[in-house]
């Protein structure tokens, strides 16, 4: 089946390290997302790509880093510069322009 | 920019209850427009979308008109169950502009 996988579904991380979320897709879309979500908040884009090795910071970038070395995959690395890590962390894709985004079930970090 | 307001929550009704989620955006041209529906500990889920005027979306007896006239595109039921308790995200994306624009969420409760 296509979709979008997110791993792990729970992590915890200690202050002051780094975390990789890792996010996959089959679906061969060329556009993928990371979003954040935090408790009864709406969400908020982290970074996107349009495009393998290209990205674009969204409105919180700050403390979050990502790669997109290939076409199915987009980690996003959570680093000890974020101040409030711990969220609900959301991976998207879509394929062509003004069509919907599919989501991933989502990554719930804890900081420790 | 593109913005996405939609109904304060939480929303409770009883099972069987007419249901009507408003939302309304702001965008410059002709924006599609999505409602995702959000299970809890879940990724979003796409529930229906509308991709031009005076269109109509609909699924699982949901529907949405886009009214470009009132900028809306508010969600209906006719008879909520007791599954349909989650959160529904209004969400709209510009043709050109790779970026969802999200509200900022609407609890639904219903109870039998």
């Known amino acids: 089946d296509g979709g979008i996988t997110q791993s792990p579904k729970y992590l915890f991380r200690k202050e002051g390290q780094n975390v990789t979320l890792s996010c996959e897709q089959n679906?061969?879309?060329?556009?993928m997302y990371w979003y954040r979500q935090d408790p009864g908040q709406g969400l908020r884009l982290i970074y996107y790509?349009?495009?393998?090795?290209?990205?674009q910071k969204g409105d919180i970038a700050e403390g979050y880093s990502v790669s997109r070395e290939k076409k199915e995959s987009f980690p996003l690395t959570v680093t000890s510069a974020q101040k409030n890590p711990t969220a609900f962390y959301l991976c998207?894709?879509?394929?062509?322009?003004?069509?919907?985004?599919?989501f991933g079930q989502g990554t719930r970090l804890t900081v420790v | 920019g593109n913005s996405v307001t939609q109904m304060e929550g939480p929303v409770t009704l009883s099972e069987e209850a007419f249901l009507t989620i408003n939302c309304t955006y702001t965008?410059?041209?002709?924006?599609?427009l999505f409602w995702y529906v959000q299970y809890p500990g879940e990724g979003l889920q796409l529930l229906l979308k509308?991709?031009?005027?005076?269109d109509k979306g609909s699924n699982k007896g949901f529907e949405a008109t886009y009214r470009k006239e009132t900028t809306s595109f508010h969600l209906e039921k006719g008879s909520v169950q007791v599954s349909d308790s989650a959160v529904y995200f209004c969400?709209?994306?510009?043709?050109?502009?790779?970026?969802?624009?999200f509200g900022t969420g609407t609890r639904l409760t219903i109870i039998p």
């Open positions: 998207a894709s879509s394929a062509t322009q003004g069509t919907e985004a599919f």
């Open positions: 679906l061969n879309h060329d556009a």
């Open positions: 790509s349009q495009i393998v090795n290209d990205f």
């Open positions: 965008a410059t041209g002709y924006p599609s």
């Open positions: 509308a991709t031009k005027a005076d």
């Open positions: 969400a709209l994306r510009n043709f050109g502009n790779e970026k969802l624009t």
